[in-house]
């Protein structure tokens, strides 16, 4: 390879032509004067050349500069004086920086300064897009151009195929007779139509906008009319990010707006912002307008959504689960906004924030804001660190309540602020770890007991083993509270105590736990496995800690208790530390286990004696008793397409069953099913719903029975999927809610319809029906319908 400059191949060309001309080249992508070519000879035709490749979607490459050189290779290279033009042939290559012309012959006539190229024409621009065409003429420096035959190959498997294109000004494209799809063509027949493509009279290619507008469009199907646009735009699809409006979506019959609409506009700030605007337009009520921002820097990220709107759909009060009656409070001027931030101040500390805020639930339920149906929206404060073993926040959190049939907001608290600190160290010389746990918090309900809290948890394990293959755990813990609080007599602990008062509890503890396993090979058939059969020993002996509840004491993570098989070798089975499990225990189980060939059979049998009985802990708890109930556990996987797991709690006086719960999955190659059940003879959720503690005891509604089942399926076979779940109350013989989705998916489309309806009553809706179709297409987007 021979580079020469404008003067030195002039000269070259005097002698070979006699000619006193100067060649000027500009190639498809701009315009520019020669500075630099690289003449090859025969002599050097053997040489590699590095042809510029492609950059498809990864950047808008180099641009043309009067300073780069302009390269070009070709078999044969001819000057005609008369005309003035230089003809190259054979394998053309020319190209500078990204900007890349091929073809099998070109000639740029010097007079007229216009450059034909014809026979497998092809260029590739800068920002990747690859023409292709038979025949070509540019003119005006290669910024205007006429070609026929057109076919492009743009980002992401985009394909643009017309009877011709126009060429203006370097930076717009005008393609007449177009067909523009992103979904792959048939190999074996290629003439064959897409699974969908956009069939217009003109597209224009702004490459300068970025953009690609639509005339006089069908959407075909298989090569069928569809559907017909008058105008169509969509972003290049070489850009990630460009400002413009998205697709709308349409919505026919919501339950309490009617029909409606949403016209999203993006709008990208910069390279690290950008704000989607979203206003909507409904028959039944005032319209809305709601933003995302996002942000990304370098040390953090913003995302802030919000939006306001003119609510007047009409609202009826209802009754609660109680009886109470429940106005609306959602009319009129309404507005919410959720708020998440998070920095990094280096690399063990960080800080953020969570914000979530609306005026009303029924505000929120009508505009279906995301997050309605959760009990509550929470928004919190914090500063977290991380070290070695160790882990600190800080927080401070705000509820609002959104289902006024069972919260009120008077009734959630606000922790001002809440501290965590978790320490976990390396072995010491007694081959032993220590531990320490501390949450502490000031917390302040309008109506409730309000109280502060200072809390130290302190632990010690030492694992050690015997000859006989015994595994021994000895753990030494310390539980320590102090509390300061007021308004003991209202919600949630209900004391007969008035004033301020000011308690607290320490409660060591040591347990001594065994482990021995006992294992053996087995063969079934021609597979062979292992069994294990595990007895466990566990004593605990700490001081008798009474419940809490006759020392004045808040209760405000420990409300819940549960019995299971995960909770019987637990220090403390309640949740927190604020009430604790004290007096002397044993607890026994035997655990097996058999697997062969990646199947198994897991399973675990327990129970605990007690000297103490806890008194504040619901009847149905399964320890308040000295002997507590059986508890039992089993996972099997006995086949490669069948799994699942089962818990059960069994009254050892009755034989009752006091809780169960299972779930399973079976999946083949097209067709997969899974299902759950829980059983309780009472209904957790509502033992402090009112004061538990009454001569009547909890409200009627904990006294309900919990039966539920829930089945789902699913399938695939293709393109195609479909799933469906139901969940049914057995104990209130109705159904609490049913749903099921049906699509098509290939490699550039999918349909998605999804149908769920929900029969229970959240915040004085039941029985409500919600569809929604969505289509997308590849490099056009979403289009979203709701019913």
């Known amino acids: 390879m021979r580079t020469y400059t404008l003067k030195q191949f002039t000269k070259k060309m005097k002698r070979k032509c006699n000619n006193k001309s100067w060649l000027m080249l500009g190639i498809v992508g701009g315009s520019m004067t020669l500075i630099g070519l690289t003449w090859h000879d025969p002599a050097f035709s053997q040489q590699n050349i590095q042809i510029a490749h492609s950059n498809i979607g990864k950047s808008n490459g180099a641009p043309f500069t009067g300073k780069d050189a302009i390269t070009f290779q070709a078999d044969k290279v001819s000057y005609d004086s008369k005309t003035g033009e230089v003809t190259w042939l054979g394998d053309v290559h020319i190209w500078q920086n ?24 092809s260029m590739v621009e800068p920002d990747g897009e690859i023409l292709f065409t038979q025949h070509i003429q540019l003119g005006e420096n290669m910024r205007e151009g006429v070609m026929d035959q057109v076919y492009a190959i743009l980002a992401d498997n985009g394909k643009l195929a017309a009877n011709g294109a126009r060429r203006t000004g370097g930076r717009v494209h005008d393609f007449s007779r177009s067909v523009y799809t992103a979904c792959p063509i ?30 006089d469009t069908f959407l075909d199907f298989f090569g069928v009319p569809v559907f017909y646009m008058p105008f169509f735009s969509i972003v290049d699809p070489s850009v990630k990010r460009q400002s413009g409006f998205l697709i709308p979506s349409i919505n026919f019959n919501s339950k309490y707006i009617g029909a409606y609409t949403t016209i999203p506009y993006y709008w990208a700030i910069n390279q690290w912002s950008d704000l989607t605007l979203s206003p909507l337009f409904a028959t039944k009520t005032g319209p809305q307008l709601s933003a995302i921002y996002r942000a990304r820097f370098n040390q953090g990220m913003l995302r802030v959504e919000g939006g306001v709107a003119d609510d007047t759909v009409s609202k009826r009060p209802w009754r609660n689960a109680i009886g109470d009656t429940i106005h609306s409070n959602g009319n009129g001027a309404q507005g919410y906004l959720f708020l998440k931030t998070e920095w990094a101040l280096n690399e063990n500390w960080r ?48 509820f609002q309540g959104l289902n006024r049939g069972v919260i009120n907001d008077s009734d ?22 220590f531990s320490l746990n501390t949450t502490n918090f000031i917390l302040y309900r309008p109506t409730g007991v309000s109280d502060q809290r200072a809390q130290l948890a302190l632990n010690w394990d030492r694992p050690f083993s015997n000859n006989l293959g015994q595994k021994w755990l000895l753990t030494l813990h310390v539980d320590s509270n102090i509390y300061r609080a007021s308004h003991l007599y209202q919600q949630p602990l209900y004391l007969n105590q008035r004033g301020t008062q000011i308690s607290g509890q320490a409660l060591p503890t040591i347990a001594l736990k065994m482990n021995w396993p006992f294992l053996r090979n087995f063969h079934v058939g021609h597979s062979t496995g292992t069994q294990i059969i595990e007895p466990i020993v ?25 019995f299971t098989d ?25 655990h097996g286990n058999w697997t062969w060939d990646g199947h198994s059979i897991d399973t675990l049998v327990g129970q605990s004696y007690q000297t103490n009985v806890q008194r504040d802990i619901p009847a149905y708890s399964g320890v308040n008793r000295h002997m507590s109930d059986i508890v039992t556990r089993i996972r099997i996987s006995p086949v490669q397409w069948f799994s699942g797991t089962g818990r059960a709690r069994i009254d050892p006086y009755s034989g009752d069953i006091s809780f169960a719960e299972g779930i399973f999955n079976a999946g083949f190659r097209h067709f997969g099913i899974n299902g ?96 929604l179709f969505m289509l997308t297409f590849k490099t056009l987007g979403a289009f979203g319908i709701n019913g």
């Not at 216009?114 to 497998?120: D, E, F, K, L, Q």
């Not at 217009?200 to 290619?205: D, I, M």
């Not at 914000?355 to 500063?383: E, F």
């Not at 029975?705 to 209130?732: C, Q």
């Open 98 to 121: 990204d900007h890349v012309l091929r073809a099998d012959k070109i000639v740029f006539n010097r007079t007229t300064n216009i450059a034909t190229a014809s026979g497998n024409v």
């Open 186 to 215: 048939c190999e074996k027949k290629p003439k064959k139509a897409p699974f969908w493509q956009l069939r217009s009279y003109q597209a224009t290619r702004d490459m300068e906008n970025q953009r690609i507008d639509f005339s």
């Open 351 to 398: 800080y953020g924030a969570n914000v979530n805020l609306a005026t009303s639930a029924d505000y929120m339920r009508d505009y279906r804001i995301n997050g309605y149906g959760q009990d509550t929206l929470q928004s919190n404060l914090y500063l977290e660190g991380f070290g070695e073993g160790a882990y600190s926040k800080v927080t401070m959190q705000a």
């Open 412 to 433: 959630l608290p606000f922790v001002l602020p809440r501290y965590t600190y978790s320490y976990f160290g390396q072995p010491d010389a007694l081959g032993g770890r």
């Open 538 to 562: 566990q004593l605990i002996a700490a001081p008798n800690a009474q419940g809490g509840r006759s020392w004045n004491m808040p209760n405000e993570d420990s409300l819940a208790y549960e």
């Open 566 to 590: 995960s909770t019987l070798f637990a220090l403390n089975r309640f949740q927190g530390t604020d009430r604790l499990d004290g007096g002397a225990r044993a607890n026994v189980g035997i």
């Open 676 to 771: 759950g059940y829980i059983y309780e003879p009472v209904t957790p959720y509502y033992y402090y719903f009112g004061n538990p503690f009454t001569s009547n005891g909890p409200s009627y509604l904990y006294k309900e029975k919990t039966s539920e089942l829930t089945l789902g399926a699913s399938t695939d076979w293709d393109h195609w999927h479909a799933s469906a779940f139901g969940r049914r109350s057995l104990s209130r013989k109705q159904n609490v809610a049913i749903g099921g989705t049906v699509g098509y998916r290939n490699d550039c489309f999918s349909l998605d319809t999804i149908y769920f309806k929900q029969y229970t009553m959240i915040n004085g809706e039941s029985n409500s029906d919600t569809v």
